[in-house]
Each structure stands twice: as C-alpha cells, then as structure tokens.
C-alpha cells in the first residue's frame, strides 16, 4: 500500500517536466528569433548592393535622368527641369525621327556660353552627388550632354525660310507651335541637305541656341552624328507641376521622305552676333 507522499511526488514530477518543456520552448523561439533579425541584417548590404546594381544597368541601357542647366528649349523644356531619356529603343534598331527631343554628346565647341558652370558642391557632398550620378539615382549635370529637336534626319533638305518665314523640310513647311513664343522659326536663312547617319538640330528657343545653324560652316554643315546620340528625352518628370510627355509633333508626320539627289545645300550666312 503506497504512502500518500509518494502519490504526491509521482503527481508533482510531470508537472515540473511540463513546465520545463514550455521554458524549453521560450529558449527556442528567442534562439530563432534572434537568428532572424541577424539574417535581416545581414541581408540589408546585399540589398543596397542588389539596388544600386539595377540603378545602374538602368542608367546604362534603359533610362537617365537629366538636368537642363541652359534656356535653349524653352518653352518647351525650362532650366532647371529634370527629363527621363529612353536609352533602350536604339538597342532594337529604333531609329532618330523628326521631331524627337534628343540628347546628345557636345560633337567639339558647341557647349561654349550653352550653360554655365554649376557652382562646387563641399567636399564630400560632392563626391556622394557624382557617386548617385554615376548609378542613375541623380540627374546628369554633365556640361558635355546637349538637348535639342531633330529637325531633319539623313537625306533630308532642311530649308530656311519659305515665303512665310517658316522652315522646311523637303520642301513642306512645318507648323513649329513648340518654338518659344516671340521667336521667328530662324533669323538665320540656311539650306543644308542631311548627310546619311548625321541629324541636323535646332533648339525650340530659335533666339537663344546655339544649335545646328552655328556651325553651319564647319565639316557636315554643322549636323550631328547619330552615334554621339545619347538617347530621346521622354518625359519632363520634376518639377511636378511641368511633368509632361514630349511626343513627336504633328507637324513632321507629314513630311515626305527625300527625294534622291546629289545636290548639297548651301551654307547659311550668320545674322547678328552669336548667342547662347
């Protein structure tokens, strides 16, 4: 016959397992816990790696971003605004059409008195705006990037000025109302025909860009080669309140293709002193 303290002792000992086994339990799910939050940190660099990889492959083959630093768009594009370029679509044969709002490397000399010289940053924010630059994360305040219109692509005739005073292209006058508001379409008359693979470009503020027209008596009548083409301004994305898509005017739809001819145009003669 058992005594009742040992009925007792037999009852108290799976009680003292049991909670044993939830303290045990508690130990565990801390150690996980903990085990987790390391892994979450320390997947945090290979995230910041991962993004900024993607930042710049974008920024290499897909999209940039682009600070306007000079007025020689204007209206259309105004200092200051930072524009979207679709640097993907040349990579699938897409090709320069009239009317696109280009991009394009400074072809030698061009960018004097286009845009002044930001001022210097202090040092360390300087390096940390070129570093996010560099990946795409900031526009590109780059002094040796332009931004006009294709006005004629190779094989075209570009002409200044019909009787109306308006350019033509091939022969069809264009109806320019992006051009800003006061400027003639060019007070400089010019008649170039567009060598193959070269564009020829004019800035929508006619009074105030030093485009194609100025450097009319340099090799290939002052037109541009494709390949310095760094890609189509797509969209004015900041500020706010100017976002707007820039699509290929009415006007240069219709256009009609060149007519073969071995003709090459004749220079423009410079009215006026230069202006930026």
Same mark, same amino acid.
């Given at each position: ?11 108290? +000992? ?23 939050? /390391? ?19 974008? &920024?290499?083959?897909? $999209? +940039? ?43 030698? @000399?061009?960018?004097? #008195? ?22 795409? =994360? ?11 219109? *294709?006005? @004629? ?10 009787? &109306?005073?308006?350019?033509? $292209?091939? @022969?069809?006058? =264009? ?16 008649? *170039?025909?567009?060598?193959? #693979?070269?564009?020829?470009?004019? #800035? ?17 009548? @002052? /037109?541009?080669?494709?390949?310095? *083409?760094?890609? +189509? ?14 699509? +290929? ?12 001819? #071995? ?14």
């Amino acid at each position: 016959m058992r005594e009742p303290g040992s009925r007792r002792g037999a009852e108290a +000992q799976p009680v003292a397992t049991e909670s044993g086994g939830r303290a045990a339990r508690r130990r565990l799910a801390r150690r996980v816990k903990r085990r987790r939050r /390391t892994r979450r940190v320390g997947e945090v660099p290979l995230l910041i790696i991962a993004a900024l990889c993607i930042a710049l492959v974008l &920024k290499t083959f897909l $999209v +940039q971003a682009f600070f306007i630093p000079s007025g020689s768009m204007e209206q259309t594009i105004r200092i200051g605004d930072r524009v979207l370029v679709d640097k993907l679509t040349p990579w699938f044969g897409s090709k320069i059409e009239r009317g696109d709002v280009v991009v394009f490397k400074d072809p030698g @000399g061009w960018l004097k #008195g286009e845009a002044a010289r930001p001022p210097e940053d202090p040092v360390g924010v300087k390096q940390i705006k070129e570093t996010l630059t560099f990946i795409g =994360l900031l526009p590109s305040a780059d002094e040796q990037d332009l931004i006009k219109r *294709v006005i @004629g692509v190779g094989g075209d005739t570009v002409m200044c000025c019909d009787a &109306k005073g308006r350019v033509t $292209v091939n @022969g069809t006058a =264009l109806d320019e109302p992006y051009v800003s508001p006061g400027n003639a379409p060019s007070e400089i008359r010019f008649e *170039v025909q567009v060598p193959k #693979g070269r564009i020829f470009v004019m #800035g929508d503020h006619r009074a105030n860009s030093a485009d194609s027209r100025y450097h009319l008596d340099e090799a290939f009548d @002052g /037109t541009i080669d494709e390949g310095g *083409v760094v890609g +189509q301004a797509v969209v004015i994305a900041w500020p706010f309140d100017h976002w707007r898509k820039l699509e +290929q005017p009415a006007t240069f739809r219709s256009v009609p293709d060149p007519a073969p001819s #071995g003709r090459r145009g004749r220079r423009g003669r410079r009215r006026g002193p230069p202006f930026a």
